[in-house]
């Protein structure tokens, strides 16, 4: 099985623009769609990019997603932070034996 | 919605019983799988295993040997069971709703999530 790996925290000031980054250790991220999750304390996750960087209805779009094969990693880039950004943002992704994995989170601080 | 509801306290070697109620939509439709997801304190969220609609699951394999998910059609509900708890077992439980690929927007995503239930391994 692979792992996702993400930073463990970033921090950036209001207005500003942050990325978040997720790292596959084995097997191509291209292989199969990322997805990004925001949880904020004491709730449940919610999506915010499906399908490397597709947004749902009712996401901002200051938040998008990309995917870099060369460093087979993904990422989820926030502009124009606003303190309500200020969350755990976890990446996810599958294999091909429909095994699930998510990333560890990254809790994001904006100052 | 989903709702998920078990004991919030549970005997190490005991088994960790949870069901997920769902409302709103038949547990049967074609463009969901059903997955159960759980976040120790502290810590990043941990896959445990989904049931496609055909009633086939996929389990994360470092819990394969414990965890056992089922579906009821007539109670529209799903549950979860996990054998020979410990306290590494211990976290908020999750169950969600997962968007086939290629299904309705956000696809091959886990869209809609219950609240999350809180279980204590402890003697």
């Known amino acids: 099985n692979f792992m996702l790996t993400q930073p463990h925290s970033v921090s950036e000031s209001p207005g500003k623009t942050v990325t978040i980054s997720c790292t596959r250790s084995?097997?191509?991220?291209?292989?199969?769609?990322v997805q990004w999750y925001q949880q904020r304390p004491g709730s449940a996750p919610t999506i915010v990019i499906y399908?490397?960087?597709?947004?749902p209805s009712g996401v901002p779009d200051r938040f998008s997603g990309s995917i870099d094969s060369s460093s087979n990693s993904a990422s989820l880039t926030i502009s124009g932070l606003r303190t309500e950004d200020e969350a755990d943002y976890h990446c996810q992704s599958y294999d091909s034996s429909y095994h699930w994995v998510f990333g560890g989170g990254t809790k994001l601080t904006v100052l | 919605q989903l709702q998920e509801s078990g004991p919030g306290l549970v005997k190490p070697s005991e088994t960790l019983s949870l069901i997920c109620n769902v409302s709103?939509?038949?547990?049967?439709?074609?463009?969901?799988?059903w997955g159960w997801i759980r976040q120790p304190p502290g810590k990043g969220l941990e896959w445990i295993g989904t049931?496609?609609?055909?009633?086939?699951?996929s389990y994360n394999p470092s819990l394969k040997s414990r965890v056992n998910i089922s579906i009821d059609g007539s109670k529209n509900h799903f549950s979860l069971s996990q054998t020979s708890a410990t306290a590494s077992d211990t976290a908020v439980y999750y169950c969600?709703?997962?968007?086939?690929?290629?299904?309705?927007?956000?696809?091959?995503?886990?869209?809609?999530w219950g609240q999350g239930t809180t279980v204590s391994v402890s003697s």
């Open positions: 709103g939509v038949s547990i049967t439709n074609t463009f969901y799988h």
């Open positions: 969600a709703r997962r968007i086939i690929e290629g299904g309705p927007p956000p696809s091959d995503a886990f869209d809609i």
């Open positions: 399908e490397d960087s597709q947004r």
């Open positions: 084995s097997g191509s991220i291209v292989s199969n769609y």
């Open positions: 049931i496609f609609y055909s009633g086939t699951t």
